[in-house]
Nanobody, 124 residues
Framework: QVQLVESGGGLVQAGVSLRLSCAAPGRTFSGYFMAWFRQAPGKEREFVARISWSGGSTYYADSVKGRFTISRDNAKNTVYLQMNSLKPEDTAVYYC?????????????????WGQGTQVTVSS
């Protein structure tokens, strides 16, 4: 069982940056692919970014490519999502997820472990 805890969300203005963190207290991330998803009000949860267990491979949704960066520190059991040039359409609850599935996995059913989410609100 992997328990994930997100933090770092908040209310910001468009154009600024924010960094989200996802930790697994007392548990190693080793061997898990990690991802960020987001869910806006009235919409389905959507894929944002994914990183391999070593950190050597990343994959992004087109909507965030070039603005967001996913990274991980396995020694700290923490995954990050650096979000730059935020837009109002980035407003959503952001969720961290873990998976053992190898390769590109961008659907919610590919991930067996989820955090409780952290709210990001971007005002115009």
């Amino acid at each position: 069982q992997v328990q994930l805890v997100e933090s770092g969300g908040g209310l910001v203005q468009a154009g600024v940056s924010l960094r989200l963190s996802c930790a697994a207290p007392g548990r190693t991330f080793s061997g898990y692919f990690m991802a960020w998803f987001r869910q806006a009000p009235g919409k389905e949860r959507e894929f944002v970014a994914r990183i391999s267990w070593s950190g050597g491979s990343t994959y992004y949704a087109d909507s965030v490519k070039g603005r967001f960066t996913i990274s991980r520190d396995n020694a700290k059991n923490t995954v990050y999502l650096q979000m730059n040039s935020l837009k109002p359409e980035d407003t959503a609850v952001y969720y961290c997820a873990a998976s053992r599935i190898i390769g590109v996995a961008t659907t919610t059913r590919d991930y067996g472990y989820w955090g409780q989410g952290t709210q990001v609100t971007v005002s115009s």
